[in-house]
């Protein structure tokens, strides 16, 4: 103790071995120094260029839209080399243009049903990688931003403690 009744405690250093956690869930963890995914692990210094994108329709709707379409074209080719244009009835020609959508409406179904997934890549070593991907908007949103602290971190120094780090004024007595 001193004479004025204040303690004096050593400066408390930062914490240089402990990683700092900035998220976890089962399968995803987000530390200053790491990215962890399933059995997939990056060091986030070593991580640049994120970008996020979406990634490919489902197959099945895809395949669905292809054969439909396919199909809807191919009866009007028929028709219309046959001469079966001319004899139809303006009943027929609504029906023909209602399912001319039905592709259309695959596809929105489809997206709907079974949307894209959210992908996040980035660079690693000078690769595009695949970092994670997930149907949930929300998780994948809070994984991107784990991500970029970290990376904010890791080009700033690290992380440690603002107050803990700085050397506070005291006056003179």
């Known amino acids: 103790m001193q004479t004025d009744g204040s303690a004096t405690h050593p400066p408390r250093s930062p914490r240089a071995t402990a990683p700092t956690l900035l998220y976890a869930r089962p399968g995803i963890l987000v530390t200053d120094q790491r990215f962890t995914v399933g059995r997939n692990s990056w060091p986030v210094a070593e991580l640049t260029q994120l970008w996020t994108t979406r990634g490919p329709h489902d ?14 074209g191919a009866v009007g080719v028929l028709l219309g080399f046959t001469g079966g244009l001319e ?13 001319g959508l039905l592709p259309l409406v695959l596809v929105l179904i489809g997206d709907r049903w079974r949307p894209p997934a959210y992908e996040l890549w980035g660079r690693h070593r000078g690769a595009e990688v695949l970092l994670f991907s997930s149907d949930d908007e929300r998780q994948f949103g809070q994984v991107a931003r784990a991500l970029q602290r970290a990376r904010e971190g890791a080009r700033q120094g690290g992380w440690t403690d603002p107050l803990a780090s700085a050397d506070p004024w005291r006056p003179r007595r």
């Open 59 to 72: 197959r099945l709707a895809v395949r669905a839209v292809a054969v439909t379409a396919a199909m809807i």
């Open 87 to 99: 004899r139809l009835t303006a009943t027929a020609y609504l029906v023909l243009g209602v399912v």
